[in-house]
């Protein structure tokens, strides 16, 4: 059964508390990649979390679809300065796609089909922050818009809600990606403007 995932419910903020420093808002879906768009094939698609022992914990898309599935209802922001308000997805929350995996680790890696990768703290992963979405205002994910599932992370910068997902590795170090090894910021977190290394 979908539900709503706590804290993206209830009265909604004004719109100028809701928008970043030095965003603007948009009403488009602007398109923006590091790369081609991979077509991938969901009869081979596999999503893997590998944790720091190198075990391995993987899902099928009939196995991703059967899982218990949740609407989050988001602002996102990106680095090149829009924002969109009140997106919905559907998805599968990491809370419920980590809850049986066994790790000690402090830090994610996420890989993509195509080669993009990106890095967060496992903590920004949890409690209800981020999901891997295979659904956009009610329509499947579009391939340009990371489809067929992208990682959400919308209390960061748009870069680190990494495209084409298709496996997370738990580390006991961080592995920066692709834009943080070309200057972006480790983290991301458009309330504090961290969109590059020295910010």
């Known amino acids: 059964m979908s539900t709503f995932s706590p804290g993206f419910q209830g009265r909604p903020r004004p719109q ?10 948009t009403e488009d879906f602007p398109v923006l990649s590091a790369g081609p768009t991979p077509r991938v094939d969901l009869n081979r698609w ?10 391995q914990y993987g899902w099928s898309w009939p196995q991703f679809m059967s899982m218990t ?5 988001v602002d996102i922001h990106c680095v090149t300065r829009w924002s969109k308000l009140d997106t919905t997805w559907q998805g599968v929350s990491l809370d419920t796609l980590l809850e049986n995996v066994e790790t000690q ?11 993009y990768t990106t890095n967060l703290p496992l903590e920004d992963l949890l409690d209800g922050k981020a999901w891997i979405v295979h659904t956009f ?8 818009h990371g ?8 209390h960061l910068y748009f870069w680190k809600s990494a495209k084409w997902v298709k496996g ?6 961080d592995e920066p990606g692709f834009w943080e090894t070309a200057g972006y910021h480790n983290l991301g977190d458009p309330w ?3 969109r590059y290394q020295d910010d």
């Open 105 to 115: 680790a402090e830090f994610a890696a996420v890989s993509s089909y195509g080669g």
């Open 137 to 144: 205002d009610g329509q499947d994910l579009h391939p340009e």
């Open 46 to 55: 596999q999503f893997i979390i590998t944790n720091e022992t190198g075990r």
């Open 16 to 25: 100028a508390d809701r928008l970043p420093p030095g965003q603007y808002l």
């Open 168 to 173: 997370i590795r738990l580390l006991d170090y």
């Open 69 to 73: 599935q949740t609407k989050p209802h």
């Open 192 to 194: 504090r403007e961290q």
């Open 147 to 154: 489809g067929p599932a992208r990682l959400l992370v919308p």
